[in-house]
């Protein structure tokens, strides 16, 4: 497989370039904040945070975008079976308000998506805007026959194939197939030291 390189930067005309990179451990805060601000205090609650609860985020899927020091935009994709479909879901994705029409969106999307494809995975879905995200090959198509465990706009579950016949006969719930999170104490265990007791 190709090596992928860590850092895109986009320059735009009349503005501070920024750079597309994989998360880091300290930006946790800062994009929990910035989700915040463009989701509200209820995205915990919404459908597709059932398929990211408690999970990890596809490997290499994680990504960050910094201008002038400060971060400005995240997505991630997450491990699903789209009704038996190995598939990857999109989200969420958000780009801090400061940056809007400066292209961070459309670049975060495109660089995940090669990313995706350059991985080996087969398609991606999400819940968003058709209009939106039409520009990057999404479309209802193929999720028809799919399901959110939790309410959703049908108009809104879009896919896209990144292999031809990826999302074929895709039918049923989506769940989510990807690593479970280990809780803090389960970390602090596995890095206990052993005691072994001596021999009386």
């Known amino acids: 497989?190709?090596?992928?390189?860590?850092?895109?930067?986009?320059?735009?005309?009349?503005?501070?370039?920024?750079?597309?990179?994989?998360?880091?451990?300290?930006?946790?805060?800062?994009?929990?904040?910035?989700?915040?601000a463009c989701f509200g205090d209820n995205r915990h609650t919404r459908t597709c945070q059932r398929l990211r609860d408690g999970r990890a985020p596809a490997e290499g899927l994680a990504l960050s975008v910094v201008r002038l020091g400060k971060l400005v935009g995240t997505v991630r994709l997450w491990y699903v079976s789209a009704g038996g479909a190995p598939a990857l879901m999109l989200g969420p994705l958000a780009v801090d308000d400061s940056c809007r029409g400066l292209g961070v969106g459309a670049a975060l999307m495109q660089r995940a998506l090669q990313i995706a494809k350059a991985r080996g995975h087969g398609a991606v879905i999400l819940l968003g805007d058709a209009p939106y995200y039409a520009r990057f090959g999404f479309c209802a198509d193929k999720t028809g026959g799919l399901s959110l465990p939790g309410p959703f706009e049908r108009c809104r579950l879009l896919g896209l194939e990144l292999r031809c016949g990826a999302l074929d006969g895709a039918w049923g719930m989506v769940a989510p197939t990807g690593a479970l999170l280990l809780k803090p104490s389960a970390i602090r265990a596995r890095k206990a030291p052993l005691v072994v007791p001596h021999a009386a």
Do not use: H, K
């Open 1 to 36: 497989m190709t090596a992928l390189r860590n850092t895109t930067v986009a320059l735009i005309s009349n503005a501070a370039p920024f750079a597309i990179r994989a998360e880091r451990a300290s930006d946790v805060v800062a994009r929990e904040a910035l989700l915040d």
